[in-house]
């Protein structure tokens, strides 16, 4: 199974940038999906969670500006984040507990992170 993450890059201060992050590989099922963020010297921090049924949760520092979805059927979860600030730069993870065919539990699998960096 992987996550590969996409649409990282240059944004300028209250501009907006959607990043997707697809899950391919021997999946039967997948539950949680996540967004994650990291900057250096500071631990990952949650940005927002999405369940299988698409009932959402964000850290209150993107509440209001950023959106999480899910597409099931392509296995692929997308954030948009609106009115983005120069604190919002860092690197961005997906996250996603994933069930194999013959797996008998959900296992995490991450992506490989994609850059945000915002200009003021």
């Known amino acids: 199974v992987q996550l590969q993450a996409s649409g990282g890059g240059l944004v300028q201060a209250g501009g907006s940038r959607g990043l997707s992050c697809a899950a391919s590989g021997s999946i039967f099922s997948i539950s949680g999906m996540a967004w994650y963020r990291q900057t250096p010297g500071k631990q990952r921090e949650l940005v927002a969670t999405?369940?299988?049924?698409?009932?959402?949760n964000y850290a209150d520092s993107v509440k209001g500006r950023f959106t999480i979805s899910r597409d099931n059927a392509k296995n692929t979860v997308y954030l948009q984040m609106n009115s983005l600030k120069p604190e919002d730069t860092a690197v961005y993870y997906c996250?996603?507990?994933?069930?194999?065919?013959?797996?008998?539990?959900?296992?995490?699998?991450w992506g490989q992170g994609t850059l945000v960096t915002v200009s003021s």
């Open positions: 999405i369940t299988s049924g698409g009932v959402t």
């Open positions: 996250n996603a507990e994933i069930l194999s065919p013959y797996g008998t539990w959900y296992e995490d699998y």
